[in-house]
T-cell receptor
Framework: GEDVEQSLFLSVREGDSSVINCTYT??????LYWYKQEPGAGLQLLTY?????DMKQDQRLTVLLNKKDKHLSLRIADTQTGDSAIYFC????????????FGTGTKLQVIP | SQTIHQWPATLVQPVGSPLSLECTVE??????LYWYRQAAGRGLQLLFY??????ISSEVPQNLSASRPQDRQFILSSKKLLLSDSGFYLC????????????FGEGSWLTVV
């Protein structure tokens, strides 16, 4: 079945760039997503990328996709304390009802 | 605009008691509906999804069930709770577009004691 892997924890200093990585196994993925979860809340969509794209930039966020290696990354420039949260990678398959599989989440800690 | 509501936000239930978590979506029609459970270090586990009224698919066998009595209402239930049912439950919805963007509710904390 589909599998999405992320490291569990990342710590960066305020003002530095953060890079959160994700690997997935489904070679037929159509869309890949990044979600943000703040403490005690639901998940909010940050951005997504279509599988035929290599990069997508949205203000401080840059998504890189290496489809050959099935590797997705999220770069946050000029990381702020408000960016502290759990970040989930997710991939959407091409079969059935377009099932979306989530990773385990990476907890980003921003040190002032 | 579309909104999603789920309740209650927190509840503490004894082992063996029933459970009912409710979720409603506003501002859209015929959404896909989901129930997820989140456990520390294990990410999001999809429990149930529904593509229409009365259509429920279960991803994992468990002590829980789901129902969709109306187009925009999704209910998670249990007849007898187990300690292992404790967790953070998230209701979510999506459209039937190419990009299956999922929108989440604020979640419900369930503690079984």
């Amino acid at each position: 079945g589909e599998d999405v892997e992320q490291s569990l924890f990342l710590s960066v200093r305020e003002g530095d760039s953060s890079v959160i990585n994700c690997t997935y196994t489904d070679s037929s993925s159509t869309y890949l997503y990044w979600y943000k979860q703040e403490p005690g809340a639901g998940l909010q969509l940050l951005t997504y990328i279509f599988s035929n794209m290599d990069m997508k930039q949205d203000q401080r966020l840059t998504v890189l996709l290496n489809k050959k290696d099935k590797h997705l990354s999220l770069r946050i420039a000029d990381t702020q304390t408000g960016d502290s949260a759990i970040y989930f990678c997710a991939e959407q398959g091409s079969k059935g009802y377009q099932k979306v599989t989530f990773g385990t989440g990476t907890k980003l800690q921003v040190i002032p | 605009s579309q909104t999603i509501h789920q309740w209650p936000a927190t509840l503490v239930q004894p082992v063996g008691s029933p459970l009912s978590l409710e979720c409603t979506v506003e501002g859209t029609s015929n959404p896909n509906l989901y129930w997820y459970r989140q456990a520390a270090g294990r990410g999001l586990q999809l429990l149930f999804y529904s593509v229409g009224i009365g259509q429920i698919s279960s991803e994992v066998p468990q002590n829980l069930s789901a129902s969709r009595p109306q187009d925009r209402q999704f209910i998670l239930s249990s007849k007898k709770l187990l300690l292992s049912d404790s967790g953070f439950y998230l209701c979510a919805w999506s459209t039937n577009r190419a990009a299956n963007t999922i929108y989440f509710g604020e979640g419900s904390w369930l503690t079984v004691v």
